[in-house]
């Protein structure tokens, strides 16, 4: 998904990752933007658990309701990508 939503034109997309290093440096970056996701759904999960009452371990509704938020402020968020330029 992060491939499709790059800027690189498919000659690009072609060439990267043709060497050994370019691979390794492409996996230690999606390793941390995985991370990083998983963080903030962990983060939003124990606020909706606050929200709900609930106490103990995540659970999958509390995900699933995590992911939905996020997903909507991604969503209404009214910044747009066009080429290069952020535009509102």
Request: no cysteine.
């Amino acid at each position: 998904e992060v491939m499709e939503e790059s800027l690189l034109d498919s000659n690009g997309k072609e060439r990267l990752g043709k060497n050994k290093a370019e691979r390794q440096i492409i996996g230690l970056v999606v390793r941390d933007v995985a991370q990083m996701f998983i963080g903030d759904i962990v983060e939003e999960s124990r606020e909706v658990m606050e929200e709900w009452g609930h106490t103990g371990a995540i659970r999958p509704l509390h995900m699933r309701e995590a992911h939905r938020r996020i997903q909507n402020r991604k969503h209404n968020t009214n910044v747009r990508m066009t080429g290069r330029l952020l535009t509102r």
